[in-house]
Each structure stands twice: as structure tokens, then as C-alpha cells.
């Protein structure tokens, strides 16, 4: 499933934030919020398409808020409020010009997200992966 293997290779390129430490350069520190967004974006699309066709109506929607809950409801995912901080996350890279907000999401990306992401992945193959054979 091509939505899979790209969340799979977006998490791998996320395993790079931990290389790198404080202070950060601004070309090093937008990439790494990059890197970040590039996940969370490839995730929640993944969810989306195994939604589907599970045949959650509420998936049809385009909306990553919707998505997002609908996945804590069928149990792909278990921190439903990790996942909206990370949505609020993602709606603020917009704002990563600003070096607080930029240096809040690598933070919040090495304690928080890193290991959501990492257990969204162990969840779907355990539980969902089969779907797409």
C-alpha cells in the first residue's frame, strides 16, 4: 500500500531529529520542523485510506480533525488528545518562522511525537495491515 510505505519512509526521515541538539541553525531547524510535518501529513492520510475501506463513512471527509477522531474511535489510534496537539502542531508550522514556536515542535516532536508516530505504525501492522492485501 503506497500510503503505508510512505508513512514508513516519512518516520524513518523523522528518526533524524534525534541527531541533532540545541542550538539549532535556521536551515537545520526548518528542516527538521519540515521533516515533522511531512509525517504527520503522510499519517493521518494513511489513516484515512484504511478508514475507508474499513468502510467508516466519517473518513470520507477531508478534514485531518475528523480523520483523526475517527481513528481513536475504531482504536488505530489510543491518545486522542496527543494526536489533536499534534494536529495544532501541524496547523502552527505555518508559523515556524517564529524560532519559539519552530523550537516547540522539534521539542514536542523528540518527547511526543516521534514515539505517536512510532506507535501508529506498530499498531497497523499488528491490526489493520492485513486490510490491504
Known amino acids: 500500500m503506497k500510503k503505508y510505505e510512505n508513512f514508513c519512509r516519512a518516520l524513518e526521515n523523522l528518526k533524524d531529529i534525534y541527531e541533532y541538539e540545541e542550538p539549532y541553525n535556521n536551515v537545520i531547524l526548518t ?3 519540515a521533516l515533522y510535518e511531512i509525517c504527520f501529513e503522510q499519517s493521518w492520510k ?9 468502510g467508516v463513512t466519517e473518513a470520507r471527509t477531508g478534514s485531518p480533525r475528523q480523520i483523526l477522531k475517527s481513528a481513536y474511535q475504531a482504536g488505530m489510534v489510543r491518545e486522542e488528545t ?12 505555518a508559523h515556524a518562522y517564529n524560532q519559539a514556536v519552530a523550537l516547540d515542535i522539534v521539542s514536542q ?4 511525537y516521534y514515539p505517536m508516530f512510532a506507535a501508529l505504525k506498530t499498531t497497523i501492522e499488528e491490526n489493520w495491515k492485513e486490510q490491504e492485501q
Not at 46 to 54: D, G, N, P, T, V
Open 31 to 33: 528542516g527538521l520542523v
Open 46 to 54: 494513511l489513516m484515512k485510506e484504511l478508514l475507508e475501506k474499513e
Open 82 to 93: 496527543l494526536w489533536m496537539d499534534a494536529l495544532a502542531a501541524r496547523n502552527n508550522v
Open 109 to 112: 516532536t523528540k518527547k511526543r
